[in-house]
């Protein structure tokens, strides 16, 4: 019996310097975007492709979305924003701060805003520790109901297959909205976890 192939568009955003380009050249397995330590380098929307056996992700590597100083950053701010309608998934990217910033608080009013699935997908968790963990996936449950919320270390390559497991869990609901049947919180290393009204699968 043949596989089903799935395929979409998936777009990763976030305030500037986060990782996102990072964290996209660690699924495509080579350097394609900017990767510097000054905000705000990705000038355009980078598409690349990611092929499996069962799957293909077209990855949107967006601008950060940031207060607008110049008509550059307004052309990347409209850019980031844009994206958020045409594609299948959303990848919010984040610090792990238990505090979430007023640009991040931004950001989350803008998400409201679309119908497309949205993952909070947490970087540089190897900077912190569980419980820190913890209460940074409480804090932003409470402001936005994400389809999923996966930790990660980019920069450390932790815990990304779970990430592409999840969007090829999604394609193969052949995009339907109804995300009943996907886990709210997924990540490998976490054997505690926190009572929340989400489904919570440890692996």
Not at 31 to 52: A, D, E
Not at 64 to 91: C, F, P, Q, R, W
Request: aromatic share 6%.
């Amino acid at each position: 019996m043949n596989k089903k192939f799935h395929s979409g568009f998936v777009s990763l955003i976030g305030r500037p310097n986060v990782g996102k380009s990072t964290l996209m050249n660690l699924l495509i397995g080579e350097k394609i975007s900017i990767i510097s330590s000054k905000p705000q380098t990705t000038r355009n929307k980078i598409q690349t492709i990611l092929t499996t056996d069962t799957m293909q992700v077209i990855f949107v590597d967006t601008p950060g979305i940031h207060k607008s100083k110049s008509k550059l950053g307004d052309y990347m701010v409209k850019s980031a924003e844009t994206s958020l309608n045409d594609v299948d998934i959303v990848l919010y990217l984040i610090e792990p701060y238990e505090k979430i910033k007023d640009s991040d608080k931004a950001i989350l009013e803008r998400l409201k805003k679309v119908e497309t699935p949205v993952f909070l997908v947490i970087n540089k968790i190897d900077t912190i520790d569980k419980p820190e963990l913890l209460k940074v996936i409480e804090n932003y449950s409470k402001e936005y109901n994400f389809a999923e919320i996966i930790p990660l270390s980019a920069l450390k390559g932790k815990n990304q297959e779970t990430l592409l497991e999840n969007i090829e869990k999604y394609y193969g609901n052949n995009g339907n909205t109804d995300l009943s049947t996907l886990s709210n919180i997924s990540y490998s290393y976490l054997d505690t976890a926190c009572a929340t009204k989400s489904r919570i699968i440890v692996r």
